[in-house]
């Protein structure tokens, strides 16, 4: 029968030893640089995510200082769809018009970005 851990070999019959110290400063060694990493992601989650906020807060401030009626009104509206004012149906609904709405939006952006073809050579008789 072979060793399971090739750093604590050991005969058949014979007891377990210890692990090695080795092989216990190589465990911790393998976890403090799991935590380094998972700390490094950790500090960039929070910078973009700080970019992310500090961006949106631009957008919104661009908006509300260019049309504040209509941003006041569409806060006004997600709070009240938030707080389960507008029965399902009526959301559903609303959903599908948008989509369809801004599906159609996109593809006449899209078809209108497209050069027309150049028309065909002329053949000679």
């Known amino acids: 029968m072979p060793p399971s851990d090739p750093q604590n070999p050991r005969t058949p019959g014979e007891p377990e030893r210890p692990p090695t110290l080795d092989a216990e400063a190589d465990h911790a060694h393998e976890a403090w640089e799991h935590a380094n990493r998972a700390r490094e992601h950790g500090r960039q989650l929070r910078a973009e995510s700080q970019a ?26 997600a709070g009240y769809v ?7 149906w009526a959301v559903r609904l609303a959903v599908s018009a948008g989509s369809r ?20 050579p002329r053949r000679r008789r």
């Open 101 to 120: 709405w801004l599906i159609d939006a996109a593809l006449g952006q899209i078809i209108a970005s497209v050069p027309p073809p150049a028309p065909a």
């Open 52 to 77: 992310l906020i500090g961006d949106l807060e631009a957008g919104l401030r661009g908006q509300l200082a260019r049309n504040p009626y209509a941003v006041l009104g569409a806060a006004a509206a």
């Open 82 to 88: 938030l707080s389960a004012g507008v029965p399902r």
